[in-house]
């Protein structure tokens, strides 16, 4: 493989964002679905992976934005759902209940954070919950990615993906992956944390390419693209980040879309 076929590789993105509702929207100017699907299609990406800014953001409105992308995945190709839960929230679990053995939703989307709890006081409660369906978990980082290996350790069957890889040139990151007892920490670039001067390479290096996803988390995708492009690393490594990882990962998911 050779750079020109890593850049005629159809990427998928495992890590969006869009704004439903403009009056939210005053950072991103207008980042709809049409916006970035646009911009997608610039960086040669096939499908998108999103949860909605107001789900994230927004705890009161979880299960709206849940059943807005739920019904809207079901009608765009390219679009692909990350179903997110509140551990406070019941009708949460139920959404992704039903969601999860749909092809267009890949996984459980959690943000501490933003909906401020802690995995100290409901960790237990959504990863039993998403062991029971083997599921995906995209999450946003309480602290150093590090501090879910107790959680990873305890639940073998769920794959936890931590977001935005690469700040502290990612030895966090790299420490997660390589430390899990099953395996089943990976990692994504979304974000503005892989702009850190040679991030990538030093986490390809410390610990190879296969638990690494491409995503932008809504920021320009042809920098994020390019960021993979031009990495100082193997373009078969390059393929396995944009493309091939994301494919053996969500395999089930994309199986249960073509019936």
């Known amino acids: 493989m050779d750079l020109n076929d890593v850049r005629n590789l159809k990427a998928i993105d495992a890590h969006n964002h869009i704004f439903h509702f403009p009056k939210y929207d005053n950072e991103m100017q207008l980042n709809d679905l049409e916006t970035s699907w646009k911009v997608a299609c610039a960086a040669n990406t096939d499908k998108i992976f999103i949860s909605t800014m107001e789900g994230v953001c927004h705890t009161e409105m979880v299960e709206s934005e849940n059943d ?4 809207l995945s079901q009608e765009v190709d390219y679009l692909y759902q990350w179903v997110v839960i509140d551990p406070r929230n019941e009708n949460s679990f139920l959404q992704a209940k039903r969601m999860l053995n749909n092809g267009k939703c890949v996984g459980i989307k959690l ?3 933003e ?6 006081e409901f960790g237990d409660k959504i990863f039993s919950f998403a062991s029971d369906f ?7 980082p309480e602290d150093s990615a590090t501090w879910i290996l107790p959680h990873a350790d305890k639940y073998p069957d769920v ?3 931590v977001a935005h890889m690469c700040s502290w040139l990612g030895r966090a990151y790299a420490d997660a992956i390589e430390q899990a007892k099953h395996g089943n920490v990976w990692a994504d670039t979304s ?19 296969d638990k690494i996803l491409y995503g932008t988390d809504g920021y320009s995708s042809g920098f994020q693209r390019g960021r993979i492009e031009y990495a100082q690393i193997s373009n ?5 980040i944009l493309r091939f990882n994301a494919e053996r990962l969500f395999a ?6 073509k019936k």
């Open 111 to 113: 943000h501490p954070r």
């Open 68 to 71: 807005y992308l739920w019904n």
């Open 134 to 140: 083997g599921a995906v978990v995209q999450i946003h």
């Open 252 to 257: 089930k998911t994309f199986e249960r879309e």
């Open 236 to 240: 078969e490594d390059k393929a396995n």
């Open 191 to 209: 974000g503005s944390a892989s702009y850190c001067n040679v991030g990538v390479e030093y986490i390809v290096n410390r610990v190879g390419s």
């Open 115 to 120: 909906h401020n709890y802690t995995l100290a």
């Open 159 to 161: 794959t936890f993906l």
